[in-house]
């Protein structure tokens, strides 16, 4: 390989590897968890309205809270299972 190339592959990497990092931060930002637990409270919400089932405002934060847990869970069952 000459060093053009080897120059190039470096740089597709380096590319690669930012997108990477990216895309980890993303997996594990608040923004993220916060948008899906509002996507969720939102959906369990209008379920539970269009359903009848009172309170709706209070009863859809079951879900939401679920979730968030699972988020907070995840790092500690990571780390419990050697990863």
Known sequence: MDKASLETRLLEIEARNTRVEGDKSWET?????GTIAGI???CAFTFMKLMGL???????FVPVGGYLLSTLGLPFVRRWAGY
């Open 54 to 60: 009172a309170p709706a405002h209070i009863g859809a």
């Open 29 to 33: 930002s608040f923004v993220r968890r």
């Open 40 to 42: 969720t409270y939102v």
